[in-house]
């Protein structure tokens, strides 16, 4: 058995707040109540392996375990300890122990420059904000997705106006109430996985912004796709390790539900999709646009054909577009 020395924490030293950390593993079994280990948030090696938290903070961590042995019927939640917001997920290990993991949240939704992208970028990602469809967010876990797309959504309400609703499991970021002069946010937590439900609902509030934050089920899949074709701009996640593979992922879940009319809901709604990875300059993405009030988008079309691994061309070529001086379809070679 291991036992924590709580004599040995310095009380004048740092609160675990001030220690710049992504993710924290707890152990909340009685074995090694407190034991600990962090992540970095830095995009460098350090951030592919975790370390063990110094002696000073395992008066805060026995507490926070203490309160997590408290809650364990409620596995995957939000928690908050000291005035720091974390998701919290929970697993018992084969060996008996029982460990949580707890992902940082930053309460303040960045502003779309914060994030570092690239400035011809950022016009064409701001200037979707007024256009109705699908934004697909991909990536690994821990690199941004959720961020961008609060981002996204706060930029688009703070200077578009309109009403936004976002389903969350849970509540990541706090923008509930109004943005900018003319937006309002409602924020949604789901409560024993039933994503259908809170969607069929805020659809019926005709908002202009719906934030989905995760494509979980094939019935979420399908009320996405209805969303992003009945004149919302609906922005969600979904993990994936590229462009390709997200739509995939959709169309795979969607077509559960809808008998095989995904991909032309999918056609029709798409605006966006790309993948993305952070860097220590900023996120990378891979993306698509596709052009507004133009069926015979190519990008469309391989998704009606059930070709989407050929999009990874027009991938190359509309980020040869964005980088040169104009922003142009590599389409039609007109201005978007």
Not at 273 to 289: K, M, N
Request: aromatic share 8%.
């Amino acid at each position: 058995m291991t036992l924590l020395n709580l004599n040995n924490c310095n009380p004048k030293g740092k609160a675990l707040k001030d220690l710049p950390f992504m993710d924290l593993y707890v152990r909340i079994d009685a074995a090694g109540l407190g034991q600990a280990r962090y992540r970095s948030p830095a995009r460098d090696y350090s951030n592919n392996w975790t370390k063990v938290l110094p002696e000073k903070y395992f008066k805060e961590t026995y507490e926070i375990a203490q309160r997590l042995i408290s809650a364990i019927d409620d596995p995957d939640a939000s928690f908050e300890y000291d005035g720091v917001r974390f998701r919290k997920s929970q697993q018992y290990l084969a060996n008996g122990q029982i460990w949580s993991i707890l992902r940082r949240i930053n309460a303040r939704v960045a502003a779309l420059e914060e994030l570092s992208v690239m400035p011809k970028l950022l016009n064409v990602l701001r200037k979707m904000g007024q256009r109705d469809g699908l934004i697909l967010i991909s990536g690994p876990t821990g690199h941004g997705k959720t961020t961008m797309a609060f981002s996204l959504l706060a930029d688009y309400l703070s200077k578009l106006g309109g009403v936004g609703i976002t389903i969350e499991d849970p509540v990541e970021y706090a923008l509930d109430g109004p943005v900018g002069e003319y937006g309002y946010c409602y924020q949604v937590e789901v409560e024993d996985e039933d994503w259908t439900t809170p969607l069929k609902r805020a659809l019926r509030w005709t908002p202009r912004y719906l934030l989905v934050g995760e494509v979980r089920t094939p019935r979420t899949a399908e009320q996405i796709l209805r969303a992003a074709t009945t004149g919302h701009l609906v922005i969600t996640t979904i993990h994936a390790g590229s462009v390709e593979e997200s739509i995939m992922g959709l169309l795979h879940l969607a077509d559960q539900e809808t008998g095989g009319a995904a991909k032309y809901m999918l056609a029709q709604g798409l605006t966006a999709a790309w993948s993305q990875t952070l860097t220590s300059t900023g996120p990378y993405l891979r993306y698509i646009f596709t052009e507004e009030n133009n069926n015979g988008d190519p990008v469309r079309a391989l998704i009606r054909d059930n070709k989407v691994g050929m999009i990874n061309s027009y991938i190359d070529q509309q980020a040869a577009r964005t980088n040169s001086p104009l922003t142009i379809s590599p389409i039609t070679g007109k201005r978007f």
